[in-house]
């Protein structure tokens, strides 16, 4: 087995047994002698991409482990506006610039959202193997070594003064399909290897509920695909998922449809099926041409940091309720922990420990976990039944709302409301609920 050890290793001082609620602190962390900080990043998504190409930008020593160097993950991909501004991401790695959008109910009831953008405004619609890949490379060109390897696990310190050593199987397209299997000592680690993570299991992160997304990438007639040339569509029913959505997206020469569950997972494909049917006049004489299904978490991990072991991205839950975004906050965790390391280790010169790490999950937090839990009440609303459904694709019509919605998500900002617009909005959401209610119960009465 091959190894890669350090040239020298200094250590830290041995965390708080309770580390999820209290950190001791040393006066400084010492100096690394003759070379610098080396931190292992697992997972080359979104997460791992931008945290990789941050650490070597500040001057890190970085390792970035890639499983599935063309993975398509099942994932909408739909990107807020500001991501391609904050990552400086090149406009032809976009399939689509989507500027219309129908939110569908479960009678079929159609509205039409996106009048409140502005000429230069969309919604982003990218491939996961495409954007993956350039956040990689601009990695590697930063100075990070890329490896297409499996990690497997890791050996945690059994004190300050020494390192955390990886196992994992190397690809190099010498030794075949096995592999070879190789160790590595690093300083720290980011976890950023999906809702599946290896790193989290290693540091007892704990469990959390999680989705299962099912999505079928289909090629339609070039005059099918004119339709969806920028608009997307989402649906909402029992039929299509009992708690969340199904969705149509255009990609490049084909529309991603999909769906996803919590609460039966066992059904995902009955769902996919009914998602089909409910979108089989525009998308008919449409070949599928892969299938693709993944976990998808749905709330943080009970743990996402110890000692020098950060998760971020899917690894650590995430991604949001109701919408089921995760491209964005992957990418911005990523990056976000990966600023945390070079500003603690002063770009590499000396060692980090769990006390810079924190400062990445505490401003994460105090950033993004108003949005998550603003959201996890939504979707308890609104997607518990149809006639809340009926009610919330009727809410989506009115206009305040939709600029309100794409203000926020086009720019990942809380958007200022007015407060009479507020309670004109609470009243007319409180009438769509009484209004769905009554034709349930007529439609009840027909069916008798």
Request: with cysteine; net charge positive; proline share 5%.
């Amino acid at each position: 087995m091959a190894t890669f050890t350090l040239k020298s290793f200094t250590g830290l001082r041995q965390s708080s047994p309770d580390q999820t609620s209290f950190v001791s602190h040393v006066p400084a962390s010492p100096n690394l002698a003759n070379r610098k900080l080396r931190v292992a990043v697992i997972g080359g998504g979104p997460a791992g991409g931008a945290a990789a190409e941050t650490l070597a930008q500040g001057g890190i020593e970085t390792i970035l482990i890639e499983r599935k160097m063309d993975n398509c993950k099942p994932c909408g991909g739909a990107i807020p506006l500001c991501m391609v501004g904050e990552f400086n991401l090149p406009l032809d790695i976009i399939d689509r610039r989507v500027t219309k959008m129908k939110m569908i109910s479960p009678s079929n009831i159609s509205v039409d959202i996106g009048r409140t953008l502005k000429e230069h405004e969309y919604i982003g619609m990218v491939r996961r193997e495409v954007l993956d890949q350039y956040l990689r490379e601009r990695a590697e060109k930063s100075g990070a070594t890329v490896i297409n390897g499996l990690f497997l696990k890791m050996d945690l310190p059994e004190n300050w003064d020494t390192p955390y050593v990886l196992h994992y199987t190397e690809y190099d397209g010498k030794t075949g399909a096995t592999g070879q299997k190789k160790t590595m000592e690093v300083d720290a680690v980011i976890g950023a290897d999906g809702a599946n993570s290896r790193v989290a299991k290693s540091i007892g992160a704990g469990d959390y509920d999680y989705a299962i997304a099912f999505q079928e990438r289909i090629r339609i007639p070039d005059d099918k695909m004119t339709y969806y040339e920028d608009l997307a569509e989402m649906y909402v029913g029992d039929d299509v998922s009992p708690d969340f959505y199904g969705w149509v997206f255009p990609k490049c020469d084909h529309v991603a449809v999909g769906t996803g569950t919590v609460t039966h997972k066992g059904d995902i494909k009955k769902f996919q099926l009914a998602t089909r049917n409910r979108a089989k006049d525009k998308i008919l004489g449409g070949k599928i041409i892969r299938v693709e299904a993944h976990p998808i978490p749905e709330h943080p991990r009970p743990r996402r940091l110890s000692k020098r072991v950060a998760l971020v991205g899917d690894a650590a839950g995430y991604v949001t309720k109701c919408s089921g975004e995760g491209i964005y906050f992957a990418a911005k965790s990523g990056r976000m922990c990966a600023e945390a390391i070079v500003e603690g280790s002063q770009n590499g010169k000396k060692m980090i420990d769990e006390s810079d790490l924190r400062k990445y999950l505490e401003k994460w937090d105090k950033t993004y976990l108003p949005t998550y839990r603003v959201l996890d009440v939504l979707q308890k609303v609104f997607y518990r039944s149809n006639p809340a459904r009926e009610a919330f694709v009727e809410m989506c019509g009115d206009e305040y709302v939709q600029k309100m919605t794409f203000d926020s998500y086009l720019y990942k900002r809380v958007a200022p409301g007015s407060p009479l617009e507020d309670l004109k909005l609470a009243v007319n959401t409180i009438g769509s609920v009484f209004r769905a209610n009554a034709l349930r119960r007529e439609i009840e009465k027909l069916n008798v």
